[in-house]
């Protein structure tokens, strides 16, 4: 049974428009979120999170939300840049610094200038 | 130099025969990690490692064993390969700030014929 769902494989957005990924997740005891983004050819690299406390953290161009009640999240990107073209991994750790990452399926951003 | 370097990069091997995969690490984090990755599956946890006397069975670790020889080397041995174990492997590093992300290396791309 898969805890982490990316259920868009793929998503395409104009240059300097808004990118919108989402993630689902059916474990309620889950405590923090992370999401990756992928090149081909490289290791994912960690990009940004959200502890279960919150509802919104923000770097830069990258804002995650997370909506507990709905067991659902997401990562906005604005402006969405070329460069942004990757698949996206959302992560979710449970058990604090006992757990383990459990990572989604993925998403393929594609970013057209 | 990377922080997390696996060797090697691509290898292609026959069905039965034994591999294994290499990771070392200079980033001094405790804790790592052996992943793969296959299309449309997202990556999922094969075994991982606290320190070095400590190893842990992940989501599939059938067909797999691991071998920790020290802080900063964990290395993955398929004892005979099969071809469903065709896929990308990452091996991933971190404290036990795991909150803070993962550092995955580049990636090894077995193939098994």
């Known amino acids: 049974d898969q805890q982490v769902k990316q259920n868009s494989p793929s998503l395409s957005v104009q240059e300097g428009r808004i990118s919108i990924l989402n993630c689902d997740y059916t474990?309620?005891?889950?405590?923090?979120f992370l999401w990756y983004k992928k090149y081909p050819a490289e290791g994912p690299t960690f990009l940004i999170s959200?502890?279960?406390?919150?509802d919104k953290n923000e770097d830069g161009r990258f804002t995650v939300f997370l909506n507990k009640s709905a067991k659902h999240l997401s990562l906005h990107i604005v402006p969405s840049q070329p460069g942004d073209s990757a698949v996206y991994f959302c992560?979710?750790?449970?058990?604090?610094?006992?757990?383990?990452?459990?990572f989604g399926k993925g998403t393929k951003l594609s970013v057209k200038p | 130099d990377a922080d997390v370097t696996q060797t090697p990069r691509n290898r292609i091997t026959k069905t039965g025969k034994r591999i294994m995969l290499e990771c070392s690490q200079t980033?001094?984090?405790?804790?790592m990690y052996w992943y793969r990755q296959d299309p449309g599956l997202g990556l999922r946890l094969i075994y991982y490692?606290?320190?070095?006397?400590?190893?842990n069975k992940g989501e599939i670790s059938d067909g797999y064993s691991v071998s920790r020889q020290a802080q900063a080397k964990f290395s993955l041995s398929l004892e005979s390969a099969i071809p469903n174990q065709t896929a990308l492997y990452f091996c991933?590093?971190?404290?036990?700030?795991?909150?803070?992300?993962?550092?995955f290396g580049s990636g090894t791309r077995l193939t098994v014929v």
């Open positions: 991933a590093t971190s404290d036990e700030r795991v909150t803070y992300g993962y550092t």
């Open positions: 474990n309620s005891m889950f405590d923090y």
């Open positions: 959200i502890s279960s406390i919150k």
């Open positions: 992560a979710a750790i449970y058990g604090g610094s006992q757990g383990n990452l459990i």
């Open positions: 980033k001094g984090h405790d804790r």
């Open positions: 490692s606290f320190d070095v006397k400590d190893i």
